[in-house]
T-cell receptor, first 116, second 111 residues
Framework: DTGVSQDPRHKITKRGQNVTFRCDPISEHNRLYWYRQTLGQGPEFLTYFQNEAQLEKSRLLSDRFSAERPKGSFSTLEIQRTEQGDSAMYLC??????????????FGSGTRLTVV | TQLLEQSPQFLSIQEGENLTVYCNSSSVFSSLQWYRQEPGEGPVLLVTVVTGGEVKKLKRLTFQFGDARKDSSLHITAAQPGDTGLYLCAGAGTGRRALTFGSGTRLQVQP
């Protein structure tokens, strides 16, 4: 297992378009997290899955954002009608069930979104 | 809302110097983690501290969790250019399952 994979690494889109990002977690991890990070800031929590269940969503996650994790494996994050304020690095992380706080999160390299 | 404040926000030092980075909150955390992030990459876990007053050492890095589990510090001895990066603290409060990250300390070590 090569770690957490995110695709694409970079995405440039026009305002108003929809974009979808994919995250493949470490195979034995059943917790998956999405964070957003802007320049000079720490990651902001967006949403969290345990297996296929979405257990927590941040108030930051407007109705233009939707995330899925079908079958508890990979996850997708979709942003509809993108706005310039959506420009950021979108980070995915995974962790072991019951020990996410002990072993920490393993992050992917992120998807950098630029909305023009 | 649980907030983590890190200080300083930016630190530029010469190779060989010592430094301390602080992470403070008004909330109690069940555990606290430190990550380092390089440009264009995701954060990488350095350490997890769980017990109030706990001290952990990782080579030249020393991490301490406050007695009240509201704050933490990271001390680097004899900094090297390879230590350059964004240092993030992250805490998990009781009842929450997702980490809250601080805004980070950007460290630059000049050779």
């Amino acid at each position: 297992d090569t770690g957490v994979s995110q695709d694409p690494r970079h995405k440039i889109t026009k305002r108003g378009q929809n974009v979808t990002f994919r995250c493949d977690p470490i195979s034995e991890h059943n917790r998956l997290y999405w964070y957003r990070q802007t320049l000079g800031q720490g990651p902001e929590f967006l949403t969290y899955f345990q297996n296929e269940a979405q257990l927590e969503k941040s108030r930051l996650l407007s109705d233009r954002f939707s995330a899925e994790r079908p079958k508890g494996s990979f996850s997708t994050l979709e942003i509809q009608r993108t706005e310039q304020g959506d420009s950021a690095m979108y980070l995915c992380a995974s962790s072991l069930r019951g020990s996410g706080l002990d072993y920490g999160y393993t992050f992917g390299s992120g998807t950098r979104l630029t909305v023009v | 809302t649980q907030l983590l404040e890190q200080s300083p926000q930016f630190l530029s030092i010469q190779e060989g110097e010592n430094l301390t980075v602080y992470c403070n909150s008004s909330s109690v955390f069940s555990s606290l983690q430190w990550y380092r992030q390089e440009p264009g990459e995701g954060p990488v876990l350095l350490v997890t501290v769980v017990t109030g007053g706990e001290v952990k050492k990782l080579k030249r890095l020393t991490f301490q969790f406050g007695d009240a589990r509201k704050d933490s510090s990271l001390h680097i001895t004899a900094a090297q250019p390879g230590d350059t990066g964004l240092y993030l603290c992250a805490g998990a409060g009781t009842g929450r399952r997702a980490l809250t990250f601080g805004s980070g300390t950007r460290l630059q070590v000049q050779p």
